[in-house]
T-cell receptor, first 112, second 113 residues
């Protein structure tokens, strides 16, 4: 079945770049999403990329997509302490009626 | 703009008591609606989704049920809570159509004692 995998933890220093990686399985997924969850809050849609794109940049966020390897990454430039959160990637599963399949989330810790 | 509300924000209930969590969406029509549970770990478990009034699909057999009495209202219920029902419950909506982006509410923290 469909599965989305992410590493569980990432620690960086303030001002460095963070790269959060994700692998997915559904090659027919038309969109891939990144969400951010701060403690005790719901998930916030950060950005998404359409499957015919290789890269999307939105201010400090850069999404890279490698369809051949089914690999997605989120790069956060100039990481700030306010970026500390859990980041989820999600693929669309058309085998399951177009539902989103979420990874387990990567907890980003930014140290001053 | 669209907003999604959930209440209550936190709830402590004894085992065996009933449950009703409510979710409402403003600023859109005929949204797809979703209930997720996020347990002590990170993973999001899809519990129910709805593509229209009175149309509910259950993803996992649960001690829970869902209803959609109005276009932008989604309710999660239980007749008798179990300890294992504790968790963080998230409601989400998406525009009509498959695979669209989902927008999440602030969540309800449920503790069953």
């Amino acid at each position: 079945g469909e599965d989305v995998e992410q590493s569980l933890f990432l620690s960086v220093r303030e001002g460095d770049s963070s790269v959060i990686n994700c692998t997915y399985t559904d090659s027919s997924s038309t969109y891939l999403y990144w969400y951010k969850q701060e403690p005790g809050a719901g998930l916030q849609l950060l950005t998404y990329i359409f499957s015919n794109m290789d890269m999307k940049q939105d201010q400090r966020l850069t999404v890279l997509l490698n369809k051949k390897d089914k690999h997605l990454s989120l790069r956060i430039a100039d990481t700030q302490t306010g970026d500390s959160a859990i980041y989820f990637c999600a693929e669309v599963s058309y085998n399951q009626g177009g539902k989103l399949i979420f990874g387990q989330g990567t907890e980003l810790s930014v140290k001053p | 703009s669209q907003t999604i509300h959930q209440w209550p924000a936190t709830l402590v209930q004894p085992v065996g008591s009933p449950l009703s969590l409510e979710c409402t969406v403003e600023g859109t029509s005929n949204p797809n609606l979703y209930w997720y549970r996020q347990a002590a770990g990170r993973g999001l478990q899809l519990l129910f989704y709805s593509v229209g009034i009175g149309q509910i699909s259950s993803e996992v057999p649960q001690n829970l049920s869902a209803s959609r009495p109005q276009d932008r209202q989604f309710i999660l219920s239980s007749k008798k809570l179990l300890l294992s029902d504790s968790g963080f419950y998230l409601c989400a909506w998406s525009p009509t159509g498959a695979g669209r982006e989902q927008y999440f509410g602030p969540g309800t923290r449920l503790t069953v004692t």
